[in-house]
């Protein structure tokens, strides 16, 4: 079965500050990896996705995140955090092995950013 | 930039009582999906359907549960009779093709059903 943890409930960084949202997955297999955002009273925005290649994966509004296998993790980043970053981000991961047909995401429960100016 | 819309935007109902929640899909995607998310806990998936068929479903989607695309452009999630423990936040998606799992998913902004 695959899962998704995002060990903190809760991020809070200082704008002009890098901030990192972290998330780390378990499969079977090998995973495909993505991130949400969301904002209030909106749907689950798509930043970006891990499917093969490149470990390093840059997205929507400046955001990148570092696929590292050893470590099975999937962390979000950017360099420099903005007031507007603030949201809730959902990780999610796919097990390219869950069988074919099989499209469902697995998501993490989510991690509040909170960037202060 | 097209996106999946849902309506409404929140339901109140009485325990018991049939619910139905809207969507619709971006127009040219051919696989949709309904999640939902237990406020405080994480989002589920609970069904995938691709050419008017169910193609997956979790053990949450169970008798209580259908789908369906009744004309080209909605696609609905039925609770036929529902239960306290059906609150939630319900999510639809939709993706262009299947393509394996590596499709991205583009998600609505949710319909918040209440059950009393």
């Known amino acids: 079965a695959q899962s998704v943890a995002q060990p903190e409930d809760q991020v809070n960084v200082a704008e002009g500050n890098p901030l990192t949202v972290k998330c780390t997955y378990s499969?079977?297999?090998?995973?495909?990896l993505f991130w949400y955002v969301q904002y209030p009273n909106r749907g689950l925005q798509f930043l970006l996705k891990?499917?093969?290649?490149?470990?390093l994966v840059k997205g929507s509004y400046g955001f990148e995140a570092e696929f590292n296998k050893s470590q099975t993790s999937f962390h979000l980043k950017k360099p420099s955090a903005l007031v507007s970053d603030s949201a809730l981000y959902f990780c999610?991961?796919?097990?390219?092995?869950?069988?074919?047909?099989?499209?469902?995401?697995?998501f993490g429960k989510g991690t509040k950013l909170s960037v202060i100016p | 930039e097209p996106e999946v819309t849902q309506t409404p935007s929140h339901q109140v109902t009485q325990m018991g009582q049939e619910v139905i929640l809207r969507c619709v899909p971006i127009s040219n995607h051919l696989y949709f999906y309904w999640y939902r998310q237990i406020l405080g806990q994480k989002v589920e998936f609970l069904v995938s359907f691709y050419n008017n068929e169910i193609s997956e479903k979790s053990e949450i989607f169970d008798d209580q549960f259908s789908v369906e695309r009744p004309d080209g452009s909605n696609f609905t999630l039925k609770i036929r009779s529902t239960k306290l423990e059906d609150s939630a936040m319900y999510f639809c998606a939709s993706s262009v093709q299947g393509l394996a799992g590596t499709d991205t998913q583009y998600f609505g902004p949710g319909t918040r059903l209440t059950v009393l």
């Open positions: 999610a991961v796919r097990d390219i092995y869950s069988g074919a047909g099989s499209y469902q995401l697995t």
């Open positions: 499969v079977s297999g090998n995973p495909y």
């Open positions: 891990y499917i093969t290649g490149d470990n």
